[in-house]
């Protein structure tokens, strides 16, 4: 026998912490950079990846 769950709230339930769009642009900025320096070759492909997801994490944290 199968049953189904379900989960409904209201978008206006929602808290969306102030700093969010600090934070995204922050994020957008220094992905913005780690591309450039990977575009110019200061930085392989596997140093991009790990600085990125380096970043998201700190961001995540704060």
Request: proline share 2%; glycine share 8%.
């Amino acid at each position: 026998m199968a049953f189904t769950g379900g989960l409904s709230f209201n978008l206006g339930d929602v808290i969306v912490p102030d700093e969010k769009e600090h934070l995204i642009n922050e994020a957008n900025k220094k992905v913005d950079e780690i591309t450039s320096n990977y575009s110019m070759g200061f930085i392989t492909i596997m140093k991009d990846t790990i600085k990125l997801l380096m970043f998201g994490q700190i961001l995540m944290q704060d």
